[in-house]
């Protein structure tokens, strides 16, 4: 039908050529912000997935961060019970050149001079009270600390690390409490402040024995933690690379497909844009029939 007010053709053309502009314009702003979902309304259950997934991935890198100041713990634990272990091995040494009976009585101090160097450095890294460890002051900074963290006093809960990204996934590090046992007999002083136990002591030799035992057990439990922390820590990393993957595939535009359909848009918009301008052209048809008449 041949008319003039109403131009269908036109009308048709301009709505797809708008369409296809809009399309064109989403697969822009796609390749320009380098995500599929510009907005929400592109992918809305996707954005809400991806939002979840990136709310998980921001907790398990938390946790993975928490494990690794929990793995330097351990390592610092362990480095101060090392240097422990020396100690009382040369008290060891110590003990047994004192019983030596050719010994004059100025070898004997210096042995004991060495022996009370040894016990202060023992002294002040496990640290205490008065009360717990004697003495006429208080160590309350001992050397075995880690970030304001004291490391060889009481602690029978130990420390709670969470190593996962629920509230659930926690694990605890056993307490080195090294103010007890052998150990205090090494480094107890009296009201004075001299150590109660030196270099001739009856037994020395059980008692850093015994000593040593409590070290080595002490640094077989943290090493049993350290190891499920390295466990927890490589876990969290694959975690994290999944949900990372995850959230690519629903966010991240494919460059590749994504340049295709540009080129496809375009041509649709240029041929959409000839097509309109040729619908305008119908009506000339009908003034064509008017000047013949």
Do not use: W
Not at 138 to 161: H, W
């Amino acid at each position: 039908m041949s008319v003039i007010n109403t131009n269908s053709q036109a009308l048709a053309a301009a709505r797809n050529l708008t369409e296809n502009q809009e399309i064109l314009g989403r697969s822009l702003n796609r390749l320009s912000s380098g995500s599929k979902i510009v907005k929400p309304s592109d992918d809305s259950a996707g954005l809400a997935v991806s939002e979840k997934l990136s709310a998980q991935d921001r907790r398990a890198t938390a946790a993975a961060t928490n494990v690794q100041n929990a793995i330097s713990l351990v390592q610092t634990s362990d480095g101060f019970m090392s240097g422990m272990s020396e100690i009382l091995t040369r008290m060891s040494e110590l003990a047994i050149m004192a019983s030596d009976n050719t010994k004059n009585s100025d070898d004997l101090a210096l042995y004991q001079k060495e022996f009370e160097g040894l016990q202060q450095q023992l002294r002040d890294t496990i640290g205490g009270t008065t009360a717990e460890i004697g003495g006429t002051a208080d160590v309350s900074s001992p050397i075995g600390s880690y970030n304001g963290v004291e490391l060889f006093g009481p602690n029978p809960t130990g420390t709670t690390i969470r190593i996962g990204d629920t509230v659930t996934q926690t694990m605890t590090i056993p307490g080195s409490n090294l103010r007890q046992g052998a150990m205090l007999s090494l480094i107890q002083q009296d009201a004075t402040g001299a150590f109660t136990t030196s270099v001739q002591s009856s037994g020395l030799v059980a008692t850093v024995t015994s000593g040593l035992q409590e070290v080595a057990e002490n640094r077989a439990a943290i090493g049993g933690a350290q190891s499920r922390l390295e466990l927890a820590a490589s876990t969290l990393q694959i975690e994290h690379e999944n949900l990372t993957s995850a959230i690519s595939r629903i966010r991240d535009v494919d460059v590749a497909e994504e340049t295709t359909h540009l080129a496809q848009y375009n041509i649709l918009v240029e041929a959409g844009t000839a097509m309109l301008s040729q619908a305008n052209q119908s009506p000339r048809t009908v003034l064509n029939l008017l000047q013949s008449s």
